[in-house]
């Protein structure tokens, strides 16, 4: 199996002087998924946890919905193939490639579905927070990647229940890695209706309807979102929380999908201030 990381001989050139050493790199092969044992899609990604990467794949492409109609799963290490055994699969896969996007993440990736085809979340009492608590998740996301650390060219995702992440994956694609999330998720039986998404990467159009379709009802991520993703936010239901750092975040969609325990209008922060400075006699009223 490849490993996740290899080392390479670099020249390094600091405050003018050089020096050569080693230096980790990310790995990064072509995956190629078959269905029913007919090719679907190669893509590019990195060599860890492909059978979820399948899985997460066909979920958020509409062509898997349930655990009945997922067979076998094979994976071929040494060729990068996985074999994903469908049951009551379309076999117009000649059509299905006609309709296929080139998306905007790393290494080119690709989508089949169209967004016209999504439907939107079923309404639900708002998930209680903190902006403490999202601050912490936000903290534990960013060491679980030791990969992004070795080498700073990974991307993760994670899901967290407002506790705890529960689940934690990475890919040199920001693409990839939401799928092997969602895979990781169906495989061990999940459910991701009532669950936080955490993105480390920009999140556009393709990324919201792997969202949206996998029912998954807060999307947060520490940088930002696109035009496309905010109006899919919008038009199905999910809360978007972008520029989440050190002390401030963004929220693009439906803020009453949330309960923050911790948060107050700035009207009445600056009631609260002018009362303050009035008693302390810092003001003339």
Same mark, same amino acid.
């Given at each position: ?12 050139? %600091?405050?003018?002087? @050089? @020096?050569?050493?080693? $230096? ?11 269905? %029913?044992?007919q090719?679907?899609?190669?893509l ?6 492909? $059978? !979820? ?5 066909l979920l ?15 994976? $071929?290490?040494k060729? +990068? ?5 469908? =049951?009551g ?8 490639? =006609? ?7 790393c ?7 169209n967004?016209d ?15 403490? *608590?999202?601050?912490?998740?936000? *903290?534990q ?5 030791? &990969? ?5 060219g990974?991307?993760?995702? !994670? ?5 705890? &992440? ?10 990839n890695?939401?799928?092997? &999330? ?12 009532d ?15 792997? /969202? ?5 009802p ?10 496309m993703?905010?109006?899919? +936010?919008?038009?199905?239901g /999910?809360?978007?929380?972008g ?6 975040? %963004?929220?693009?969609?439906?803020p009453?999908g ?14 609260? %201030?002018?009362?303050? !400075?009035? +008693? ?6």
């Open positions: 199996m490849l490993k996740a990381s290899y080392q390479t001989p670099v020249l390094r050139i %600091n405050n003018g002087v @050089e @020096e050569e050493i080693m $230096d980790t790199i990310a790995t990064e092969i072509a995956f190629t998924l078959k269905v %029913n044992d090719v679907l899609v190669s590019l990604c990195s060599p860890e946890e492909l $059978d !979820a990467m399948a899985v997460g794949f958020s492409e509409g062509m898997l919905s349930s655990r009945e109609s997922l067979g076998e799963v094979t994976v $071929d290490e060729n +990068a193939v996985v074999n994903v055994q469908l =049951n699969a379309p076999t117009d896969w000649a059509q299905l490639f =006609n309709k296929k996007t080139i998306t905007s993440g290494g080119q990736g690709v989508t089949f579905s967004s085809s999504l439907t939107s979340l079923t309404k639900r009492g708002p998930i209680r927070l903190s902006c403490a *608590r999202i601050f912490e998740l936000l *903290r996301f960013s060491r679980s990647s030791e &990969l992004y650390q070795q080498t700073g990974v991307h993760s995702a !994670a899901l967290a229940d407002g506790d705890k &992440l529960l689940l934690f994956a990475e890919d040199i694609g920001r693409h890695a939401v799928d092997k &999330l969602i895979g990781k998720a169906f495989l061990t039986g999940v459910d991701l209706q669950k936080l998404l955490l993105s480390s990467g920009r999140i556009s159009g393709e990324i919201m309807t792997k /969202v949206i379709r996998n029912r998954i807060i999307l947060i991520t520490r940088t930002a979102p696109t035009c993703s905010i109006a899919h +936010a919008e038009e199905h /999910v809360t978007m929380i520029f989440a750092r050190g002390r401030r975040l %963004n929220i693009y969609t439906h009453l949330l309960i923050l325990d911790d948060v107050r209008p700035a009207c009445q922060e600056t009631e609260e %201030n002018l009362t303050a !400075a009035c +008693a302390q006699g810092g003001l003339y009223v």
